[in-house]
């Protein structure tokens, strides 16, 4: 059974760089794509985009300035950034696999609040 | 870029009883690419119905999903009490990229 479990610092100031790791178990990168979608307390889910295990990607284009993804094979971890964080961003983060068009396994999801 | 738009907002039911829900698209969703999720409080998203109709691994049957092109409904034909939380839609666009609706909460009557 493939588990997904996010990492990363909870708090990040305004301006900086809000960097998570995703944790694959269960399972090889190979073969799919890897999203990441926010969620602000409260409010709905957002895509933030995905990756695939060979390096491509697809941002959403509102964030496309702000974004990079990338993935680490022999570690089975892929990687969010996110620059110049303001308040806008504090969101729960969760990371999840996709299969075709659809995401069926997801992380737990971990806070992040952007805050000085 | 699609827009989903799900209504009601919130929908006050009883257990046992049918729950209609609704997500419907500024434009044609290529392949029926539309997928569903319940989100508890305090957890993630899990996935119901993929391709517009098709359970998840584990899903009871009383869920259904339908639908195609700019219209479609997830029904929970009587509802349990672990059913009430929040309902997602989801699509697959051309870009390719994904877009969540607003949310359907269910909640308790």
């Known amino acids: 059974q493939v588990q997904l479990q996010e990492s990363g610092p909870g708090l990040v100031k305004p301006s900086e760089t809000l960097s998570l790791t995703c944790s694959v178990s269960?399972?090889?990168?190979?073969?799919?794509?890897w999203s990441w979608i926010r969620q602000p307390p409260g409010k709905g889910l957002e895509w933030i985009g995905y990756?695939?295990?060979?390096?491509?990607?697809n941002y959403k284009s509102s964030l496309k300035s702000q974004v990079t993804m990338s993935v680490d094979r022999s570690k089975n971890q892929f990687s969010l950034r996110l620059t110049s964080v303001t308040a806008a961003d504090t969101a729960v983060y969760y990371c999840?696999?996709?299969?075709?068009?659809?995401?069926?396994?997801w992380g737990q999801g971990t806070l992040v609040t952007v805050s000085s | 870029e699609i827009v989903l738009t799900q209504s009601p907002g919130t929908l006050s039911l009883s257990p046992g009883e049918r729950a209609t829900l609704s997500c419907r698209a500024s434009q044609s969703v290529s392949s029926s690419y539309l997928a569903w999720y319940q989100q508890k409080p305090g957890q993630a998203p899990r996935l119901l119905i993929y391709?517009?109709?098709n359970r998840a691994t584990g899903i009871p049957d009383r869920f259904s999903g339908s639908g195609s092109g700019t219209d479609f409904t997830l029904i929970i034909s009587r509802l349990e009490p672990e059913d009430f939380a929040v309902y997602y839609c989801?699509?697959?666009?051309?870009?390719?990229?994904?877009?969540f609706g607003g949310g359907t909460k269910v909640e308790i009557k």
């Open positions: 999840a696999r996709m299969y075709s068009s659809f995401l069926d396994h």
């Open positions: 391709d517009a109709s």
């Open positions: 990756i695939g295990h060979s390096g491509s990607t």
């Open positions: 269960g399972g090889s990168l190979s073969s799919y794509y």
């Open positions: 989801q699509e697959y666009g051309t870009s390719p990229t994904l877009t």
